[in-house]
């Protein structure tokens, strides 16, 4: 099995709330039911739109990805990392995400 590369350049990228975005990429998210859209967290990254509730929060299996709290499988070999940042004092900054990606 080939090492996992994880790229980031550890950029905080601001979380966006449904009525943010643009019709298009609300168009995306034809599974939002009609008067949840609230309730759904998205951010931008390399020209798409990601819905933080699309990521899986249980550990991964491979040791690496631990230090991030979620994925999203892309492909078989690749996908998408967020973490929360931690502010100086210590606590989660819940208004932004840092987001890096990994591939085999």
């Known amino acids: 099995m080939s090492e996992l590369k994880i790229i980031t350049n550890n950029q905080r990228r601001e979380l966006l709330y449904y ?3 643009h ?7 034809d599974w939002i039911e009609d008067g949840t ?3 759904y967290i998205f951010f931008r990254y390399r020209g ?3 819905c933080l509730d699309e990521f ?20 078989y070999f690749s996908g ?9 004092w210590g606590q989660i900054d819940t208004d932004y995400v840092i987001v890096g990606r990994y591939y085999q």
Do not use: C, T
Request: charged share 30%.
């Open 23 to 29: 019709q298009k990429e609300k168009d995306e998210f």
């Open 37 to 39: 859209e609230e309730s």
């Open 56 to 75: 899986m929060y249980s550990p991964p299996a491979q040791k690496d990805l631990h230090s991030w709290n979620g994925y999203l499988s892309e492909s």
């Open 80 to 88: 998408v990392l967020v973490r929360w940042p931690i502010e100086d």
């Open 19 to 21: 009525w943010e975005l």
């Open 48 to 50: 798409n739109i990601y």
